[in-house]
């Protein structure tokens, strides 16, 4: 028993760590622009089947290169065309905006690769147990694990020396100020939401090749990276990896002893949290307006 | 029309009127349909287009399209013309597979209903079909109650039953794999009677449950659920699951190398989750309702030519369940020489698919008194790949559906027809 909790502990770890990583993006594009982007499961699908068209003439490791970054060049140009004239608004215009892209996304995917899952294959190697007790960790999701680590540190890196993720920072917190100052505000959220996409299109290909993937990947994979966001709270990049990381635990260790609410036990999460510290638990008061 | 507005991006009036227009447009073309199609026969098909079951249900469409197409060049329906109305149920939500159900009968008078994949969501159409006496057939949801407890008049099924999958895959697990299996099973009805049948048929053969664990319908991740079955150390893991689920917990569990140390195996499994899988996955112990390829069985050659030329791939049971469904409705009608649903569900009790249609080695046929279609089943092996590109199975052993299912008694299914 013990070691069944502590087998479920861990791999819940790995699997929070995921959510996180598909959390950032949303957290990213949500703090600066204040954009609720329902769309984010579309754009990893997006990213996954990319992916999986680019692997014949690339190889898997081409495809993991080359594929998060055509999905950041789509989330760019919806950026342009559909989200730039909504800044400013209510946010229920760009809520309302991405939750009908979410649904086109999945609609022109699966007219485009078909309903059904196609065979996405990562290298052999990757794909076996690293050792014969610890048969869940697999090659594959040790590097998963190391993508979302140098993903989290790269983003924290550039968020804290760079003079961009200082522009994104200030205006996070003030873009009127930033604005007044010379900033061109315009180009700093494109490159914002082009970043989140890309990391929605990264997550995207590493799901597809630990799950089959279908149109639904993204609305599957969705909703866990909101509850993240709600639970590590708005504003805290850092709070978005402890929600990620934290659902994945009470997900894990629910399946010990109540196998069939290992989703419930998620939202039940999120309720006590909203319910006891609204602005989750590294989130900035005031964020939620 | 011009959506853009004077500051170069999309304007809302624009977003607004482009969406008027595309509203208009849905609105204004079920007229047009309507006048042009006055007098034939209308089947409704109520059966998920998107989600999970998104492809099972384009499947089932393709095949009863084709049917459709036949029976139209054969002269039709009682020298009616007939067409198919098609509506998307969603993968599991029983509100709309309702909704659609009650706006294909109301709204557009269809004389047949089809659906659904999902068998909760067949349980719930088949209230209202019942309830407005239209004849009903369940092309691909197997759920026992559908032909069983909650079993009506004027609902019919081609798929098999869960029992019926269970009994035919329990002697080969137990006679070449071991006693002890653990089970994941998608919790909702399906699922339910599926494990229930397993478990049962497994105990008759001296089989034990080692454990099981209900998971939640669209799961992505079943590592958890592969921990726990791991644990209990049986000597088979049954997956139950269906559609995307079924890829997503047997891609998982052959990365976790679990297909090395005991035999991964279930009761139905579809082609379509096969070809959804790495060839590494394709493995394991299953029934296949239907298989397109079964050497000397008459016309089933020319079934999959011809799908073959619409699609580019080969049918598959959904294909089969769909295209038999729409014929089922062409067979009543024309064994009973009328459209009144009691008249069509007395000529179907007892009736036997012609070869054609029933595409099996044993002709299939209505059982009298539950509605429940009874043909072969499929015993065999996932494989990575065989002769053909698509051809992921191999058959080892044809069930007789009639010496495996409980009998009418057995099933529950208590009939009671329209005075």
Known sequence: MTQLIFFNVLNGLIVGAFYALMALGLSLILNLSGVINFAHGGFLALGAYLAYTLMPYTGFWGALIVAPILTAFVGLAVERVMIRPLYGRDPLYGLLLTFGLAYIFEDVTRLIWGAQSVPFQVPGWLTTPLSNQFFFLTGYRVFMILIVAVAVGGLFFVLTYSRLGMRIRAGTRDLDTVSTLGVNVRVLRSLNFGIGIYIAGLAGVLAAGLLGLSPTIGSMLIMPSFVAIIVGGLGSLLGTLLGGLLIGLASGLTAVFFPSATEAVIYVMMGLVLLVRPRGLLGEEGRVH | ?419
């Open chain 2, 1 to 419: 029309m011009s959506v853009t507005s004077s500051r170069g991006g999309v304007g809302r009036r624009g977003l607004l009127k482009a969406g008027f227009v595309v509203g208009a447009a849905q609105l204004a073309s079920p007229f047009v349909l309507r006048a042009r199609a006055a007098d034939s026969i209308k089947i409704g098909l109520d059966n998920p287009l998107t989600g999970t079951y998104a492809a099972p249900g384009k499947n089932e469409l393709v095949g009863c399209q084709l049917a459709i197409e036949q029976i139209n060049a054969k002269g039709g329906i009682l020298g009616r013309n007939v067409e198919l109305i098609v509506e998307d149920s969603t993968s599991g939500d029983a509100g709309t597979a309702v909704q659609k159900a009650r706006k294909l009968i109301d709204g557009d008078k269809v004389d047949f209903l089809l659906g659904n994949v999902n068998s909760a969501l067949a349980l719930a159409m088949a209230q209202v079909s019942n309830e407005k006496k239209i004849l009903h057939v369940v092309p691909g949801g197997h759920t026992d109650a559908v032909t069983g407890a909650s079993c009506h008049w004027n609902v019919f099924r081609v798929c098999n039953t869960t029992q019926m999958e269970a009994a035919a895959v329990a002697s080969t697990l137990v006679k070449a794999y071991g006693k002890k299996w653990y089970y994941i099973t998608p919790d909702y009805a399906y699922g339910h009677t599926l494990e229930s049948g397993l478990v049962k048929a497994g105990a008759a053969l001296g089989g034990a449950r080692a454990g099981g664990d209900l998971t939640p319908l669209g799961t992505v991740d079943f590592s958890s659920y592969l921990i726990n079955a791991q644990s209990a150390n049986p000597d088979v893991i049954l997956f139950l699951t269906q559609g995307d689920d079924m890829v997503n917990a047997l891609k998982q569990a052959v990365q976790f190398g679990l297909d090395k140390k005991l035999h991964l195996a279930g009761a139905q499994q579809e082609l379509e989750a096969l070809e959804g899988l790495p060839p590494e996955a394709r493995i394991g112990t299953w029934v296949m309702e239907w298989y397109w390829k079964r050497p000397g069985v008459p016309h089933v050659d020319e079934f999959v030519d011809i799908i073959k030329k619409r699609t580019g791939r080969v049918p598959t049971a959904r294909t089969w369940f769909g295209f038999v469904s729409v014929w089922t409705c062409a067979l009543a009608a024309a064994k009973a020489k009328s459209l009144d649903a009691v008249a069509m569900a007395k000529a179907l009790q007892g009736l036997e698919l012609p070869p054609e249609i029933g595409l099996m080695p044993n002709a299939p046929f209505y059982r009298a008194g539950q509605n429940q279609l009874i043909g072969d089943l499929y015993v065999g092996n996932a494989q990575a790949s065989g002769d053909a590109p698509d051809d992921l199975f191999k058959v080892t052993d044809i069930v007789k559906g009639v010496d495996i299912a409980s009998s009418v008694e057995e099933s529950g299914c208590k009939m009671t027809w329209p005075a």
